[in-house]
Structure formats: C-alpha cells, structure tokens
C-alpha cells in the first residue's frame, strides 16, 4: 500500500515556475514508477512526465525542455519542477505510483489527491 500527498502547487504568473512535490508512504517506494499527470477543467486527465525507480525519464511533448521529473528515494519524494508556465498548463497536477513503466493512467495503482496551478496570462 502507498499514499500520495502532493504539495506545492500555486497561482502563478505566465513565464514562473513551481516546484512540485509528491510524499510517499510505504518502505517499497523506490521499487515504483512515478508519475504526474493533470487534468484541467472540462478536458480529460493527461500524463505529464514519469520516473523508473533506476531514475529514467519520459515527458509529454508539451512539456518536454520546461518540466523536469526527479525522485529522492531517501525521501520517499518525487518532484516536479514546472517552469516556463503558460496558462494552457492551469490544471490539477496529480502524482501516481505504477509497477510497470507507463503513459496510461490505468497502469498507475496508486494516485495522490491533486495539487492546483494555475497559470494567469
């Protein structure tokens, strides 16, 4: 079993940044694949970026060169700094836990509660 809590989530300008974290409970955190996703109002939940427990990365085209995905395992923690914001990228940003290394929402098992950016222009 592992919970999610994320954090860090804000109101910001157009062109800021924000550092997302995610804290996991469960002594087998470094064993998942991590993900984030969002959802912004009215569309469906779309993946973000994700981190293999070796610390391999995959993003989303749209967020490729502005988004970077980190884990500290000693933390339980992964990390999701945002920059170069656009107001296109106001969503609710959830953190997953997956045993396999997916885009699909549906491979993720376990899912945080969201954390809310929104990007004013």
Same mark, same amino acid.
């Not at 974290?21 to 064993?31: D, H, L, N």
């Not at 959830?94 to 809310?116: D, F, H, L, M, P």
């Given at each position: 079993? /592992?919970?999610? =809590?994320?954090? *860090?989530? !804000?109101? /910001? %300008?157009? #062109? !800021?940044?924000?550092?997302?974290?995610?804290?996991?409970? *469960?002594?087998?955190?470094?064993?998942?694949?991590?993900?984030?996703?969002?959802?912004?109002?009215?569309?469906?939940?779309? +993946? /973000?970026?994700?981190?293999?427990?070796? *610390?391999? $990365?995959?993003?989303?085209?749209? =967020?490729?060169?502005? +988004?970077?995905?980190?884990?500290?395992?000693?933390?339980?923690? =992964?990390?999701?700094? &945002?920059?170069?914001?656009?107001?296109?990228?106001?969503?609710?940003?959830?953190?997953?836990?997956?045993? &396999?290394?997916? $885009?699909?929402?549906? !491979?993720?098992?376990?899912? !945080? %509660? #969201?954390? %809310?950016?929104? /990007?004013?222009?």
């Amino acid at each position: 079993q /592992v919970q999610l =809590v994320e954090s *860090g989530g !804000g109101l /910001v %300008q157009a #062109g !800021g940044s924000l550092r997302l974290s995610c804290a996991a409970s *469960g002594r087998t955190f470094s064993s998942f694949a991590m993900g984030w996703f969002r959802q912004a109002p009215g569309k469906e939940r779309e +993946f /973000v970026a994700r981190i293999w427990s070796s *610390g391999s $990365t995959y993003y989303a085209d749209s =967020v490729k060169d502005r +988004f970077t995905i980190s884990r500290d395992n000693a933390k339980n923690t =992964v990390y999701l700094q &945002i920059g170069s914001l656009k107001p296109e990228d106001t969503a609710i940003y959830y953190c997953a836990a997956s045993n &396999i290394a997916t $885009t699909s929402s549906s !491979g993720y098992r376990y899912w !945080g %509660q #969201g954390t %809310q950016v929104t /990007v004013s222009p």
